[in-house]
């Protein structure tokens, strides 16, 4: 059995950066299915053995992964499919801007372009997109390295478009020569009303542009472009002879005032793509008009033409994902910062306690699939409770408390961190008075009878401003609630998370406080911790006293 766990352990390790115990269990029943008999024993045993194996090096899993043979998939574990691929071949990349942090919508973009090249046993490559001086900065290209690595994504490639600029020039001069670009100096109203005229303009038929392009270095921001000679009464305006240069005089994060001239992203990103090896190259359906275009100027520039897979842009009901969309909430002050809870940010989930594999399974879960959906960021959170369940310890939290005092009560018990896996237990002390939740007190009657949770049977004997009960008979009673010892008790604030909009506009209730108590077992937890509170949910130590309340 140690064996089964281990092999799968490994796996998980490798293929997420850290191994799963709900993850590893699943694999582990599968194969053996005379680990259920135990779970509690066959957890205790999965959560050794990934102890152990997240500590690893990622080489030394490698090695120890060898000795392993793995089932081929089944059908319902249905991959990527892409058309053309040769295992071993495959080249796929991962394209942030570092001008922001990563949202879901990256986490599906890249998470189908890695799962797409291991899936063939090829290679994504990470490339920043960085070509846009007036937006750039150093400290993004840091938070997006460390969020993908969250996500479980690692990278052996790492690339800068703005290192290649020589290239990209000669590229450009190349299609000078061959007559297929050209410098419009025209200004930008001009440019804007002949194109939506289908018009073309009389820099297209100048003999001068390789010496102008030489010059612009020099010229004036705003002065002059570079433009493709496309087709100016093309269907597809983006055809309508693009801009494939311009001149800005922002100073680069990573190449300084080095280079003035600037590509935009149709140029770079087609003739990156070709040099650099990609085969698969994936984007999300917004950019379904540009595909013409940089196949148009690879094939211009005869070089090898990756294929391009258009999927559905993620769109999640009640909140944004877009960085043009998020910024100014943050400005505004109406969310805290990049990783406000609230924010479907990799920051923001983190914090809210999502966990890398939930992510995964809900972007890959629509494949490549063009077909847009809405879903609610509910499906998320089921996938994140799935993942949570095994491991989580159980506490109680209190909100708006009241006091309930059950005359007698003088008790020490022991209770389990988990009803089914084996965590360990917490030791509580009680002395007549405990907590209970506002809206547990709020329905109790005079002469009712009720169960403190794994404590004892009480009866109401009156209700005021604070709870007065007696012991009752241990048998069973249908009213279970949780409690929390008042001689024990440790101050507590739940951040509950709503949704980010109502409609179109900001959900000034979208973040409430519960203030109230916990048990004082939870002072040993540590920040990021996620537990479960019974009866309210999987919530993730935030601060000292602070939890975000996650599904
Ligand atoms: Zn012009």
Partial sequence: ??????????????????????????????????????????????????????????????????????????????????????????????????????????????????????????KCLLRFDDTNPEKEETEYVKAIQDDLKWLGLTFSDVRFTSDRMTELYEKAEQLIAQGDAYVCECPQEKIKADREAKRGCKCRERKDSAVVWKNMPKMKEGSAILRLKGCVDAENTVMRDPTLFRIMDA???????????????????????????????????????????????????????????????????????????????????????????????????????????????????????????????????????????????????????????VKGLVKEVSLRKHPAQDLGERHVAVKEEVWIDGKDAAALKKGETFRLKDLCNAKIVAVGKTIDAELAADEMVPKKIQWVSAIEVKPAELMVIGDLLVGDDYNKAGLTIRKGFCEKACETLKEGDVVQFERIGYARKDGAKRYVLSC
Wanted: net charge positive; glycine share 6%.
């Fill in 1 to 122: 059995m140690k064996d089964v766990i281990l092999k799968y352990a490994l796996k998980n390790a490798y293929d997420y950066g850290r191994a799963n115990a709900g993850a590893v269990a699943g694999k582990v029943i599968a194969e053996a299915p005379e680990a259920k008999k135990d779970m509690k024993k066959t957890m205790a045993e999965i959560t050794s053995v990934i102890a152990d194996v997240n500590k690893m090096k990622k080489a030394d899993i490698e090695k120890a992964l060898a000795k392993y043979t793995f089932a081929e998939k089944k059908e319902e574990e249905k991959g990527i499919t892409l058309e053309g691929a040769e295992r071993g071949r495959v080249v796929t990349r991962f394209l942030p801007e570092p001008n922001g942090f990563l949202h879901l919508g990256h986490a599906k973009a890249a998470l189908l372009s890695y799962e797409a090249a291991k899936e063939y046993s090829g």
């Fill in 251 to 405: 100073k680069h994060y990573r190449q300084g005032t080095k280079y003035r001239v600037w590509p935009t992203y149709d140029f770079e990103v087609s003739i990156s793509d070709s040099l650099d090896g990609v085969t698969h190259a994936f984007r999300s359906k917004e950019y379904e008009l540009r595909d013409e275009l940089y196949y148009y100027i690879v094939d211009k520039l005869k070089m090898r033409k990756p294929l391009i897979y258009d999927f559905s842009r993620l769109n999640i009901r009640g909140n944004v994902l877009s960085k043009r969309l998020i910024k100014p909430l943050i400005e505004e002050k109406k969310v805290t910062g990049w990783d406000d809870p609230r924010l479907l940010t990799l920051r923001g989930l983190k914090r809210r306690g999502v966990m890398p594999a939930a992510i995964r399974s809900f972007v890959l879960s629509f494949g490549l699939s063009k077909v847009e959906s809405n879903p609610s960021i509910e499906a998320l959170l089921s996938e994140n409770r799935k993942i949570l369940e095994p491991t989580s310890e159980h506490y109680f939290f209190i909100g708006e408390p009241v006091k309930l005092k």
